[in-house]
């Protein structure tokens, strides 16, 4: 089995058990609050995204990717964002060696710092906004081989009511509707 192979394997794993842990799958956690939900609204919150995370797997050779599909067994994989969107990011530990993911401008400026982690296993989350100078992300300890290019093209669909292949959108408005029945 090749290293790589191991890394992914080891990196599904440890996801599995985050989403069972911190509720990373949103549209279960939306559908939970349907029944005392009020109904004269859409049930979003303010500041909350409805998207999915972005999910890498961090080790000293690279940044892996895990989530979306467009990025998954990817090395370094460029983050495909869209200008002025939030976006949810949670990295793994695989290695145990200490790592920080950074995004950064094209000037060098610091525009998101996650927490830092040195425990294999260990996730971290961190929100933030897709700047519109973004340009680069990269470990703080492992600043050349951790890098990889965000590109501000409009985004990945991290839509958090799945992502079939096909359109499902009955309503056609476009909007998440959360879990049926919720009028
Ligand atoms: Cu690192």
């Known amino acids: 089995m090749s290293e790589l192979e191991l890394t992914r394997r080891t990196a599904l794993g440890l996801v599995g058990t985050t989403a069972a842990a911190t509720g990373l799958t949103t549209a279960t956690a939306a559908q939970d609050t349907e029944s005392d939900e009020p109904t004269d609204d859409d049930g979003q919150a303010d500041g909350e995204t409805d998207r999915r995370p972005i999910i890498l797997a961090g080790r000293s050779e690279y940044w892996y990717g895990i989530a979306p599909e467009e990025i998954e067994g990817e090395e370094n994989p460029t983050l495909s964002l869209e200008a002025g969107e939030t976006y949810d990011l949670v990295w793994i530990n695989v290695d145990g060696a200490e790592h920080e993911l950074i995004v950064e401008s ?78």
């Open 106 to 183: 094209d000037a060098g400026e610091e525009l998101a710092v996650s927490d830092e982690s040195e425990t294999a296993g260990e996730t971290v989350s961190m929100t933030f906004e897709a700047s519109e100078d973004a340009a680069e992300y990269y470990c703080e300890y492992h600043p050349d081989a951790m890098r990889g290019t965000v590109e501000l093209n409009g985004g990945f669909d991290l839509s958090s009511h799945g992502h079939d292949e096909h359109g499902h959108d009955h309503d056609g408005n476009g909007q998440s509707n959360g879990g049926d029945g919720g009028y």
